[in-house]
Nanobody
Framework: QVQLVESGGGLVQPGGSLRLSCAASGSIFTINAMGWYRQAPGKQRELVAGFTSDGNANYVHFVKGRFTISRDNAKNTVYLQMNSLKPEDTAVYYC?????????????WGQGTQVTVSS
């Protein structure tokens, strides 16, 4: 069974750092795209950062310079290093991926990991 498993969320003070991980497991042929979204209470889910199918990293403007996305292709894992965290970064962070499996390309979401930035 193909799935995305996230880890690394938690409670951190403003200005602190967290590193999120998302591992894709199962019978995967290719990872076409992979990235991170977030959803704060009462708000819509929004893109934070991601890798496109051509390997380029994209960031939403309000995390540029603070967040860094990286990947380990051998482990089918993508990371999100979050520095200089602000209270407004508080949200559930979801991993998202377009994975090529035996039956074709499918879109997957992780279960989400809570990030809380508070003093």
């Amino acid at each position: 069974q193909v799935q995305l498993v996230e880890s690394g969320g938690g409670l951190v003070q403003p200005g602190g750092s967290l590193r999120l991980s998302c591992a894709a497991s199962g019978s995967i042929f290719t990872i076409n795209a992979m990235g991170w979204y977030r959803q704060a209470p009462g708000k819509q889910r929004e893109l934070v950062a991601g890798f496109t199918s051509d390997g380029n990293a994209n960031y939403v403007h309000f995390v540029k310079g603070r967040f860094t996305i990286s990947r380990d292709n051998a482990k089918n894992t993508v990371y999100l290093q979050m520095n200089s965290l602000k209270p407004e970064d508080t949200a559930v962070y979801y991993c998202n991926a377009d994975l090529e499996i035996e039956s074709g390309v499918r879109h997957y979401w992780g279960q989400g990991t809570q990030v809380t930035v508070s003093s």
